[in-house]
């Protein structure tokens, strides 16, 4: 197989990543990832490797990388793409090559995103530090959206592709499309129904328009918007820290298990297809866990009785 063969069929993988659900936003970025490796390839056939691509084009691609001191977590989300494109022309019969076996991608250091504490969370968004000199429109919008981030544990991804049926407020649910076209329904806090009630009131009823956040000019709100309405809401309110929709999400997850301590119930709120992202994902309180293993473990009890 030569460059030529392994660059054509890029569109029809991306159809099919399409037809599975597949948001535009993760589409697009494996379509930047593979035409990437495509230039790399390039490169590395030019220099010194020959026209038939093997497993030494990934490896020399692989170096690269590491040579342009990309994060590890960088260099595995890219290796991921090659991998599953590796696959689909297997499956496909384009190829009966494993290119990528053996290929080991730097490890990732476990890290874990910032939560805030719900004080200050409470006071960021109160009504009372609601600043009456802006557009109500554009300060009810934002206010419902970040309630939805912080109480409903929503991607910001999920907030841009709500529709106003998704919201049943008399219920208190919240319809949500996820990743991988996965749906789920989640509780709505009731700061959340107040904030979208309070929207919708000044939400302009615009023909043929069903998303539930839309600009001024009456388009659908984009993500990067509303990283940016709320990176300047946290400015403009004085926050101690920059703040963005991960955080949110971060600081339900890890505020809902330290009071719960149920792990799968935080899990199926956020969507997570397997629990280990969901334990990477939130911070365990474990002085809990320990007391809680101190207090019903059979060993741990017969312990503490010899004592």
């Known amino acids: 197989m030569n460059i030529n063969q392994f660059k054509e069929p890029l569109e029809n993988f991306l159809q099919e990543l399409k037809f599975n659900g597949m948001s535009i936003h993760t589409q697009n970025a494996y379509r930047r990832d593979l035409v990437e490796l495509f230039d790399f390839i390039d490169l590395a056939q030019k220099s010194s490797l ?6 030494s084009n990934f490896t020399w691609a692989l170096k690269r990388l590491s040579f342009q001191n990309r994060h590890p977590s960088t260099i595995s989300r890219k290796v991921s793409v090659w991998r599953k494109y590796n696959r689909y022309l297997i499956e496909n019969n384009l190829t009966d090559k494993d290119f990528l076996t053996g290929i080991k991608v730097p490890k990732i250091p476990a890290r874990l995103p910032k939560a805030i ?17 802006r557009d109500p429109f554009l300060t009810k919008r934002e206010q419902a959206m970040f309630e939805l981030m912080y109480g409903s544990g929503l991607r910001v991804s999920e907030v841009e592709s709500l529709n106003l049926k998704d919201i049943e407020l008399d219920s208190g649910w919240v ?26 009131k000044l939400r302009p009823e615009i023909e043929n328009q069903d998303a539930l956040f839309i600009s001024r000019l009456g388009n659908r709100i984009t993500n990067r918007r509303i990283q940016q309405n709320l990176n300047e809401w946290a400015i403009r309110h004085q926050a101690m820290q920059h703040l963005s929709p991960h955080m949110l999400r971060h600081s339900f997850a890890t505020q809902l298990l330290q009071n719960s301590q149920n792990i799968r119930a935080v899990q199926e ?27 019903t473990h059979p060993r741990a009890k017969k312990k503490k009785d010899e004592d």
């Open 50 to 55: 020959g026209e038939e691509i093997d497993k």
């Open 117 to 133: 504490n719900a004080e200050d969370l409470n006071h960021l968004f109160d009504d009372n530090n609601i600043d009456d000199n």
């Open 269 to 295: 709120l956020l969507g997570h297809s397997q629990l280990s992202t969901t334990q990477i994902y939130t911070k365990l309180d474990f002085d809990h866990l320990a007391n809680v293993y101190d207090h």
């Open 175 to 200: 319809t949500v499309k996820g990743k991988g076209a996965k749906t789920r329904q989640i509780p709505l806090t009731d700061k959340s129904i107040d904030a979208v009630k309070s929207y919708l």
